[in-house]
């Protein structure tokens, strides 16, 4: 079949796989697909992956079927996830070894880049020393993961470190890393596609490259040549029609689309964006609604290429000719989108962007969207609301207690702000959002208006680039002055590195459990995940963020209330507010090709901190038995390359109920490391002080660290132990309460396998594969919920965890299950697809029921019977060598 052609741009000739020769073959139209699954059939016909092709091109719209494999064309990590990621691929070095084969068959494939910007704290805030301070303190404490991932710069081909003080991961992609449209050393040309252990790297389909986020474990398979699996998804086209109103941002139209997407129900589908108002959309606009696509619990949220791209790809500095060659291929092979022909979707949801106003979303949710008019009733329902995503479950009188702080005399309310974060990948990548901070800023400043000094407040740009717009335009002055000055180029607080609030402050809220707010312009704001005494966490544009950290609480309506008064003059957020015309003028200004240009042009050797870090030399890393960041895990101990095909799944007794909700925030340790937590103890006994306790993020290279936080979260709800909140449990064979942990290495000790129950979207949230390690390792067999998140249950399969899921309308509450029983799953030695199996429950009355196993596709079998996907790499590169 002759679907190769050929395509002359810049005086130079490619060849590429045309589509419509492609699909004309099995006499289909290609304007009929989706723009995604158009990247799709592309990479099956170069893969040469026909059998999965003709599945594809079958693709029905209504009622997709089948399964796709996917094989990115690069991988991005971060360096939470990335770390964990890259001592596995260690690990499997060693176990390689051990087996008599050559290290180097564990190497990357296809291109890595790694980016460190998870682990930066802050420690400091409101100063203009906070920069440096911060810095020093990130290099201090990561000296061991630093000194790994050099080790592992040099001893992986086709791997790349981004260093520390660069930028958040999914803004330097954005900005830098991708090309859109790639070529291979035979010229061949390809769209770029990619898989990121971070669930924001959506964020690129803005740019019209499809990616999504997976967890460490199935990045490490694409990095070492295996496919993701993927049920061939639906595709619901979002048509955008109108143009944001005066006064609507970016922040705002994510918001309201994680809303309705949500309560659409697009968890695990491909949501494509198209439409006129689609076209009115800057690419930092699309940027930030397809980074929000793990919050409206899409796959991703696709942006086809067009006009806009181009424009971009200029303004970011990439070179004339590479625009051209995107150009012209996505022109030639049905890759651009003109407005004149709509692909089939499975369905199609409309919004009128004229219709997107001001709005936050929380207080513990992103989909939880409330109108800016709304927010100060909101929160107080939520005091009074039963404890939940929506609620707290306090007596009305909590509306109006009052604390003061010990030694200073400070009063703080319920509803205080506590902190205020311009932070994450969403918002500090969006010029226009930024710049409205900047000029609400100063226009605070000029009127004499301050920030409470019981807020932390700061300011982590996505990239450098921020910096030097704002410093040009003289907007980085007045954030400062209201106490919004630079702690970090990195995510910080969306993702729990916060640090700690004023001494007094944290004692207060600790002894009387106040509830106290947050607003952030983050993407995630879960309980117990921005700061652990802070309960109510709102999302926010980052001039909203200003606006909030200048009226101090949220219980003020801003649109109708004053923000503060100033020599007898009430000021109003209307008195603030930035026009569009003056935003777009100071972007015009301030915001040209050499900037990124001199940003990144010596991105990788441009950090004189990171390039005095001395590491050891060779292809196997020598592990430190003292080390405490870094340490080899326990995945490959007994590999012996036999095929898995005993039950483990008989006589399993609970290790924790959950209900509706659980997020991997709930389940993968993150933030702070509790002094009397198990993992608090591993370290004092290991010698550290409690100021050298660092967060989970950056110890999540060592597996006695990570297993022992793992369902460990403060605000986690075990139903087995009502009463108590937190990572405990009950142990079924004698009562005694436990933390999660010891409950679960008292039934190693004792031989007995461990099953959790849950409820609805289990698992939803970032794309953590220490929600699924830290199972596996606390003994878990199987787990049984309503439903799942797509990444998470894809995780639990490649750790050897077994997911089941209820039959529609059953659940634990209908079946009368109270996890006291014991289990027993009726499961086969030869498992097929979505099989039903039968499960006995023996309690004070004996049940049997039918549940769903989620093995998805064949490779989910494939994992089971090699005991996880790590060990089936392995075996598959032995069986090679030795071949």
């Known amino acids: ?175 830098y890393l991708s090309d859109v449209i790639l070529k291979n050393d035979d010229d061949l040309l390809f769209p ?89 959309l800057s690419l930092s606009d699309r940027a930030t609604i397809a980074n929000m696509a793990p919050e409206y619990g899409a796959t991703c949220g696709f942006c086809p290429i067009d006009e806009e791209t181009l424009n971009y790809l200029r303004l970011t500095g990439r070179q004339e000719e590479q625009v051209k060659l995107v150009e012209a291929y996505a022109k030639q092979n049905h890759l651009f989108y003109d407005g004149s022909e709509t692909p089939l979707y499975t369905r199609v949801i409309q919004l009128d962007l004229s219709t997107v106003h001001s709005s936050v979303a929380g207080p513990k949710r992103p989909q939880d969207r409330v109108p800016l008019a709304e927010v100060a009733e909101n929160f107080q329902t939520s005091l009074t609301n039963p404890s939940g995503p929506k609620g707290f479950g306090l007596s009305p009188d909590e509306l109006n207690r009052k604390e003061t702080t010990k030694g200073t005399d400070q009063v703080i309310e319920t509803g205080d702000l506590a902190l205020a974060a311009i932070t994450s990948c969403t918002n500090t990548s969006n010029p226009s959002v930024m710049v409205a901070a900047g000029l609400l800023a100063k226009k605070a400043v000029e009127l004499g208006l301050e920030v409470p000094s019981t807020i932390k407040t700061s300011l982590a740009p996505g990239s450098k680039i921020v910096t030097q717009y704002l410093e040009k335009g003289n907007l980085l002055e007045p954030l400062a002055e209201l106490g919004f000055d630079i702690v970090g180029y990195g995510c910080t607080t969306c993702i729990g590195n916060s640090g700690p609030l004023e001494e007094e402050i944290e004692a207060t809220l600790k002894e009387s459990d106040l509830v106290v707010s947050a607003v952030l312009s983050g993407n995630r704001n879960f309980e117990g995940r921005i ?144 002094m009397q937590s198990p993992a608090g103890r591993y370290l004092k006994e290991h010698g550290l002080a409690y100021k050298d306790f660092n967060s989970f993020g950056s110890r999540r290279g060592n597996h006695e660290v990570m297993m022992r936080g793992t369902f460990g979260n403060i605000r986690i709800q075990n139903q087995l132990t009502p009463e108590t909140t937190g990572g405990y449990t009950k142990l079924a064979t004698n009562g005694e309460e436990l933390s999660i942990y010891d409950a679960a290495m008292q039934y190693q000790k004792d031989q007995i396998g461990t099953v959790i129950l849950a409820g609805k979207d289990y698992g939803m949230g970032s794309s953590r594969d220490w929600a699924a390690k830290g199972t596996n390792l606390l003994g878990v067999k199987a787990v049984l919920a309503e439903s799942y998140e797509r990444i998470h249950r894809s995780n639990l399969v490649m750790m050897g965890v077994i997911p089941f899921e209820y039959l529609p309308g059953e659940s634990a509450e209908s079946l009368g299950l109270t996890g006291l029983e014991t289990y027993t799953f009726d499961f086969p030695t030869e498992p097929v697809i979505n099989q039903l199996i039968a499960v006995t429950a023996k309690g004070e009355n004996e049940q049997h029921f039918q549940v769903k196993l989620r093995f998805d596709s064949e490779a989910d079998i494939a994992y089971w019977k090699n005991k996880d996907i790590l060990s089936l790499v392995i075996n598959k590169k032995m069986q090679k060598e030795q071949a």
């Open 531 to 674: 700061h652990p005494l802070i309960k109510a966490n709102y999302l926010a544009s980052p001039p909203l963020v200003i606006a909030y950290a200048l009226a101090g609480t949220i219980k003020k309506d801003l649109t109708k209330e004053a923000l503060a008064t100033i020599e007898g003059k009430d000021i109003y957020l209307a008195d603030l507010w930035p026009s569009q015309e003056e935003v777009n003028t100071y972007i015009n200004d301030f915001l040209n090709p050499q900037d990124f240009r001199a940003a990144y042009e010596n991105i990788y050797q441009s950090n004189e901190r990171w390039n005095q870090i001395e590491t050891s030399k060779g292809e196997c890393y020598e592990w430190d038995d003292a080390s405490t960041y870094i340490a080899n895990p326990p995945f490959f101990t007994d590999l012996d390359q036999t095929e898995n095909t005993e039950n483990p799944l008989a006589d399993l007794r609970v290790l924790a109920k959950f209900g509706d909700t659980v997020t991997t925030d709930h389940i993968s340790p993150a933030g702070n490391i509790g």
């Open 192 to 280: 770029d596609s990619l898989e990121g252990t971070d669930s924001h790297t959506t964020m690129i389909n803005g740019l019209g490259v499809l990616g999504w986020g997976v967890g460490g474990i199935e990045a490490e398979a694409a990095i070492l040549g295996e496919a993701s699996y993927f049920p061939t998804p639906e595709v619901i086209g979002v048509e955008l029609t109108g143009s944001l109103s005066p006064g609507a941002t970016a922040t705002d139209l994510a918001l309201y689309l994680t809303e309705l997407l949500r309560n659409e129900k697009v968890v695990g589908k491909f949501v494509e964006y198209f439409g006129t108002g689609y076209k009115s």
């Open 1 to 175: 079949m002759n679907w190769k052609k050929e395509l002359v741009v810049n005086d130079e000739h490619y060849t590429y796989f045309d589509l419509s020769s492609i699909v004309d073959t099995y006499k289909k139209n290609i304007t009929d697909y989706p723009y995604s699954i158009r990247v799709l059939l592309e990479s099956l016909a170069r893969h040469q992956e026909h059998a999965d092709l003709e599945n594809l091109i079958a693709f029905d719209a209504k009622k997709p079927a089948g399964v796709v494999p996917f094989r990115p064309s690069r991988v991005v990590l971060q360096d939470f996830t990335g770390v964990p990621a890259v001592v596995d691929l260690a690990a499997m070095r060693d176990a390689v070894v051990k087996l008599g084969g050559d290290p180097k068959v564990i190497n990357p494939e296809i291109p890595v880049t790694l980016v460190v910007d998870h682990s930066v704290q802050v420690d400091s805030a409101g100063t203009k020393e906070s920069l440096s301070f911060n810095t020093e303190k990130e290099f201090e404490r990561n000296h061991e993961r630093y000194q790994f991932l050099k080790w592992a710069q040099q001893a992986f081909d086709n791997f790349e470190v981004v260093p520390p003080e660069t930028g958040i991961i999914h803004q330097v992609n954005l900005e």
